[in-house]
C-alpha cells in the first residue's frame, strides 16, 4: 500500500490506516479516495498531494557561508517592524518567556499604529508577494540561518514557509469558488505560526507549529 503526503502541510494518508474516524476504510486506495477529498489538516485538494517515497539519508556536505549582499535590503516599514515584533512576541510565549512576550508586543501594537494599510488590495498582488516568498526570500533567509547555523531561526522559517504554501492554497481556491469557500463555515488562524484552516472545527493540534487548538482561534465575519 501507497502513502501520500500534503506538500503543503505534510499530511500524510496512509492507505494501509484510511481514515476510519472520517468514514475511510483502511485499505482504500488514493484512487477510491473522492475527487473532492481534501486534507483534513489543511484543507488542501489531492492535486497538492505527492506520492511518498522513501529516501536514502543524504550524505552530509559542508556547508559554506553564504555571500554578504544587499540586493533587495530596504529599512523596514512600519507595517513590517509590527509584524517582526509580533512574531518574536509569540516566540516568546512558545518559549515560556512571558515578559519579554508582552514588551514584544508592546512594540509590535505601538509600530501597528503607525502604519498605514496597503491600496493594493488584489489577488494578483498577493499571489506576486507570495511567489516571491517561495521562490526567493525564503530560499535565502535559509541559505543565510544555514550559514550561521541559527537552528532557531530555521525552525521559524520552515514553519512561515508552511503557513506560505498554505495561504496560496487557499487564495487559489478562493479565487475559484468566492463565497461559497467560505459559506456554512468557519475561519480559524493559529496565534503562533499563523496556520490558517477553513473548516467547521479547527484540528486537534496546529499541524504546522503543533501547539494545542486552544491557540488556533476562531476569527469572526465582520473581519474576514
Known amino acids: 500500500m501507497k502513502k501520500y503526503v500534503c506538500t503543503i502541510c505534510g499530511y500524510v494518508y496512509d492507505e494501509a490506516v484510511g481514515i476510519p ?10 484512487e477510491n479516495l473522492p475527487p473532492d ?3 483534513p489538516l489543511c484543507g488542501a485538494p489531492k492535486s497538492d498531494f505527492q506520492q511518498q517515497t522513501e529516501k536514502k539519508p543524504p550524505i552530509a556536505q559542508p556547508v559554506a557561508a553564504p555571500e554578504a549582499h544587499t540586493d533587495g535590503e530596504h529599512e523596514l516599514s512600519f507595517g513590517e517592524l509590527s509584524a517582526l515584533c509580533s512574531n518574536l512576541s509569540k516566540g516568546c510565549e512558545k518559549q ?8 514584544f508586543m508592546e512594540l509590535a501594537e505601538y509600530y501597528q499604529s503607525k502604519s498605514v494599510p496597503s491600496d ?14 517561495l521562490n526567493s526570500d525564503y530560499p535565502n533567509a ?10 532557531g531561526a530555521l525552525r521559524a522559517l520552515v514553519w512561515g514557509e ?8 487557499l487564495l487559489t ?5 468566492r463565497n461559497a469557500l467560505l459559506d456554512n463555515t468557519n475561519v480559524y488562524v493559529c496565534e503562533i505560526c499563523g496556520f490558517i484552516y477553513i473548516g467547521s472545527e479547527p484540528p486537534a493540534i496546529c499541524p504546522v507549529c503543533k501547539v494545542p487548538n486552544m491557540k488556533i482561534h476562531k476569527i469572526e465575519r465582520e473581519a474576514i
Open 21 to 30: 474516524e472520517s468514514g475511510i476504510a483502511p485499505g482504500t486506495t488514493w
Open 37 to 39: 477529498w481534501t486534507c
Open 96 to 103: 515560556y518567556q512571558p515578559e519579554e512576550a508582552s514588551l
Open 120 to 133: 493594493s488590495k488584489s489577488f494578483q498582488h498577493l499571489s506576486d508577494l507570495i511567489e516571491q516568498d
Open 142 to 151: 535559509k541559505a543565510t540561518a544555514t550559514g550561521d547555523t541559527d537552528r
Open 162 to 169: 508552511k503557513v506560505t504554501r498554505i495561504l496560496s492554497s
Open 173 to 177: 481556491r478562493y479565487e475559484t469558488q
